[in-house]
């Protein structure tokens, strides 16, 4: 998990030690929804690029849909990867996010590519 430390307030005249802090984490669920959001706008731009040069490469949409499936599962795999070795959850406990986290924004990617592209 993402930690932020924060100095103690001072109340009533009392001052912390210099170097006490509060520290307080980002829940899990907000934390999924970032990388959810990220995923889809970084979908987003590669579905731009491979609009922006069709013209030039009739096949450029398949390949930046491929090369989104590809950057997003090693980002999604460093996320899972994260959680087990630094935020102490197990493979098991990682598992399900890691598919969420990589199936949404790929399955998305998979109906534009399908419907609009």
Known sequence: MTTFAFRTPVAAGVRPHVNQQRQFA?????????????????????VLLGKLFTGQYPEASRVATLTFVAVWFVVAALNMWLGVTRAGYSFGDELPIFLLIFLAPVALAGVIKWQFL
């Open 26 to 46: 980002i829940p899990s669920t907000v934390r999924t929804a970032l990388f959810l959001v990220s995923g889809l706008l970084l979908m987003g731009g590669f």
